[in-house]
């Protein structure tokens, strides 16, 4: 199932920017993200976000397999 992805556009303290889906239950407090698209897993989502930002990650709950930090 495809889903929508999200990076976060402001890092966290640890400098991560995070990835998340639109059904996050903390996509509500995202106050600047970047639409990364429709895909089928946080992969290559995470990926995407890359391209933008060196250090995306995963959000814990909502992308929780490509969490790493």
Known sequence: MYKNYYVNDNAQDNGDHEVHTDDCSFFHL???????????????????????????????????ACHRS
């Open 30 to 64: 995202i106050k600047r993200r970047t639409y990364l698209g429709m895909f089928t897993s946080c992969g290559p989502a995470k990926q995407a976000a890359r391209k933008i930002y060196s250090t995306a990650d995963g959000c814990a709950y909502c992308c929780n």
